[in-house]
């Protein structure tokens, strides 16, 4: 079992930046592969960006890439989604994911444990 609280999120100015923090509590955390998902009102959950355990691959939406970068500090059992440059589009309320599988993976259904998530709303 794997526990995952979010944080992080807020309201920004198009154009500006956050930080989003992925605490992880349980065992074996740094073996997951983890990965970050956001889900806009009215709209599917769709995948932003993915994380191998030693942090040594990455993968993320078309979307985001250039703007956003996801990292890991297994010594501290969080993940971090860095955004940049954010548009208003971005808003959502963004999800970490833990998915004890080998390899990077944007399918949901490949995750098995989600955090409740944080809400990040991007004013124009």
């Known amino acids: 079992q794997v526990q995952l609280v979010e944080s992080g999120g807020g309201l920004v100015q198009a154009g500006g930046s956050l930080r989003l923090s992925c605490a992880g509590a349980?065992?074996?955390?740094?073996?997951?592969?983890m990965g970050w998902f956001r889900q806009a009102p009215g709209k599917e959950r769709e995948f932003v960006a993915a994380?191998?355990?030693?942090?040594?691959?990455?993968y993320s939406a078309d979307s985001v890439k250039g703007r956003f970068t996801i990292s890991r500090d297994n010594a501290k059992n969080t993940v971090y989604l860095q955004m940049n440059s954010l548009k208003p589009e971005d808003t959502a309320v963004y999800y970490c994911?833990?998915?004890?599988?080998?390899?990077?993976?944007?399918?949901?259904?490949?995750?098995?444990?989600w955090g409740p998530g944080t809400l990040v709303t991007v004013s124009s």
């Open positions: 994911a833990a998915s004890a599988g080998m390899l990077l993976t944007t399918l949901t259904a490949r995750y098995d444990y």
């Open positions: 349980g065992r074996s955390f740094s073996r997951y592969v």
């Open positions: 994380i191998t355990w030693s942090g040594g691959r990455k």
